[in-house]
């Protein structure tokens, strides 16, 4: 296990922003899992789970210790002609994780590809894109209680997965060391196209019934020219949820407001953040250090040197432009640590 005091996050968060970490322990193998357990109290209050760093804003330091589960490692654990279990350990990077399955004849998580970070936070937000969440192709999810050490699996309905959240990021936050996942995955590709955009997307490369390499490729393009790349521009993705309100809220806004993007569920509708965002005036513009992004208005930008406090100002700054307009209250979708 490697072990640094008094460690700089700068390069180990997609903002890049500067912020400090009273310790940080590299967890490097299963051995390391169990040391973790026998030698540290974990504190939810001043210690904190990091992956790759893609969904977090330091506004603050950690005082106490910051645990990177580097535990890497994958086996498929069931086999049979349609398909497979592959248990993942959460060390894993998520895009490699995908071009891995894709090399395999391995398909289920090609709409999620080029998504940063590592497995392990996979299921902490459902992480989700263009017609799939984690939550379709999720078949349990393995932990380490922090508390008392001991292993526990949650099958997939005891995740209480729902749109960018999960039990681990609410009521559980702070409470369990993901260490793998288990997906089903299949052997016969059934592209999902419900996202219309894609489909548009593979008719301009000429394609008509993609293969599973294709769509990961189409969602690939898309995504590399609708989302700044955060080793060139530091930022989180979206920097808000969607906001989900009642049909009857969303039937009214869009009376009220026409070309709100409505988006209906079973018994809610999701709005369009970025729309309400950009009908605000913010697309483009910047605070101090912090830009909303020309290409995608949910993005924030780190133009260069910001602290995560100066990226929360222009995040308050939109939340009440949008609370004000539409009354909205947008959800910022990154972890925020902040006293
Ligand atoms: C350019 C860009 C595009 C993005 N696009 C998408 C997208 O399309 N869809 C989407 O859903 N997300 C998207 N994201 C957000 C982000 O990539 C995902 O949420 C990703 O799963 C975060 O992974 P990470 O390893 O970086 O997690 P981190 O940011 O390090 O951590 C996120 C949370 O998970 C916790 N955590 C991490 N690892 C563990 C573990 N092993 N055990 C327990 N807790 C843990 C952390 O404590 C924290 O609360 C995007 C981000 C960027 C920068």
Same mark, same amino acid.
């Given at each position: 296990?490697?072990?640094?005091?008094?460690?700089?996050? $700068?390069?180990?968060?997609?903002?890049?922003?500067?912020?400090?970490? *009273?310790? =940080?322990?590299?967890? +490097?193998?299963?051995?390391?899992? /169990?040391?973790?357990?026998?030698?540290?109290?974990?504190?939810?209050?001043?210690?904190?789970?990091?992956?790759?760093?893609?969904?977090?804003?330091?506004?603050?330091?950690?005082?106490? #210790?910051?645990?990177?589960?580097?535990? #890497?490692? $994958?086996?498929?654990?069931?086999?049979?002609?349609?398909?497979?279990?592959?248990?993942?350990?959460?060390?894993?990077?998520?895009?490699?994780?995908?071009?891995?399955?894709?090399?395999?004849?391995?398909?289920?998580?090609?709409?999620?590809? &080029?998504?940063?970070? =590592?497995?392990?936070?996979?299921?902490?937000?459902?992480?989700?894109?263009?017609?799939?969440?984690?939550?379709?192709?999720?078949?349990?999810?393995?932990? &380490?209680?922090?508390?008392? *050490?001991?292993?526990?699996?949650?099958?997939?309905?005891?995740?209480?997965?729902?749109?960018?959240?999960?039990?681990?990021?609410?009521?559980?936050?702070?409470?369990?060391?993901? #260490?793998?996942?288990?997906?089903? &995955? /299949?052997?016969?590709?059934?592209?999902?196209?419900?996202?219309? *955009?894609?489909?548009? +997307? &593979?008719?301009?490369?000429?394609?008509?019934? !993609?293969?599973?390499? /294709?769509?990961?490729?189409?969602?690939?393009?898309?995504?590399?020219?609708?989302?700044?790349? !955060?080793?060139?521009?530091?930022?989180?993705?979206?920097?808000?949820?969607?906001?989900?309100?009642?049909?009857?809220?969303?039937?009214?806004?869009?009376? +009220?407001? !026409?070309?709100?993007?409505?988006?209906?569920?079973?018994?809610?509708?999701?709005?369009?953040?970025?729309?309400?965002?950009?009908?605000?005036?913010?697309?483009?513009?910047?605070?101090?250090?912090?830009?909303?992004?020309?290409?995608?208005? =949910?993005?924030?930008?780190?133009?260069?040197?910001? #602290? *995560?406090?100066?990226?929360?100002?222009?995040?308050?700054?939109?939340?009440?432009?949008?609370?004000?307009?539409?009354?909205?209250?947008?959800?910022?979708?990154?972890?925020?640590?902040?006293?």
């Amino acid at each position: 296990m490697k072990r640094i005091s008094n460690a700089s996050l $700068k390069h180990l968060n997609s903002f890049s922003v500067e912020a400090r970490a *009273g310790h =940080l322990l590299e967890l +490097e193998s299963e051995e390391d899992l /169990q040391t973790l357990i026998s030698e540290h109290t974990f504190d939810a209050a001043s210690d904190l789970i990091l992956g790759g760093g893609s969904n977090i804003v330091f506004a603050d330091d950690i005082e106490g #210790t910051v645990i990177l589960n580097r535990v #890497t490692g $994958k086996r498929i654990i069931k086999d049979t002609s349609a398909g497979v279990v592959l248990e993942v350990n959460a060390g894993e990077n998520w895009h490699q994780l995908v071009l891995w399955c894709l090399d395999h004849g391995l398909s289920g998580i090609e709409n999620l590809s &080029l998504i940063p970070g =590592l497995v392990g936070a996979a299921p902490m937000q459902n992480i989700g894109a263009y017609g799939v969440e984690l939550a379709d192709v999720l078949d349990s999810v393995l932990t &380490l209680d922090l508390k008392s *050490g001991t292993p526990r699996e949650f099958k997939q309905q005891e995740c209480h997965f729902t749109y960018r959240n999960s039990r681990f990021k609410s009521a559980d936050a702070g409470k369990y060391l993901i #260490t793998g996942v288990r997906l089903c &995955l /299949q052997r016969e590709f059934k592209p999902i196209l419900t996202y219309r *955009g894609l489909s548009e +997307e &593979l008719s301009t490369m000429g394609i008509d019934s !993609p293969t599973a390499r /294709q769509l990961s490729d189409a969602v690939t393009r898309i995504r590399q020219r609708k989302l700044p790349d !955060p080793k060139i521009s530091g930022n989180a993705g979206s920097f808000f949820k969607n906001p989900m309100v009642s049909l009857t809220k969303a039937d009214l806004l869009a009376r +009220e407001f !026409p070309g709100l993007p409505v988006y209906p569920s079973d018994n809610e509708a999701k709005l369009s953040a970025g729309w309400l965002i950009e009908q605000c005036g913010w697309k483009g513009r910047s605070m101090g250090r912090v830009e909303v992004s020309e290409q995608h208005a =949910l993005v924030l930008i780190n133009k260069g040197n910001a #602290t *995560g406090q100066e990226i929360l100002v222009l995040a308050n700054a939109i939340q009440a432009s949008v609370r004000d307009r539409f009354g909205i209250e947008l959800e910022p979708e990154p972890l925020i640590i902040s006293q």
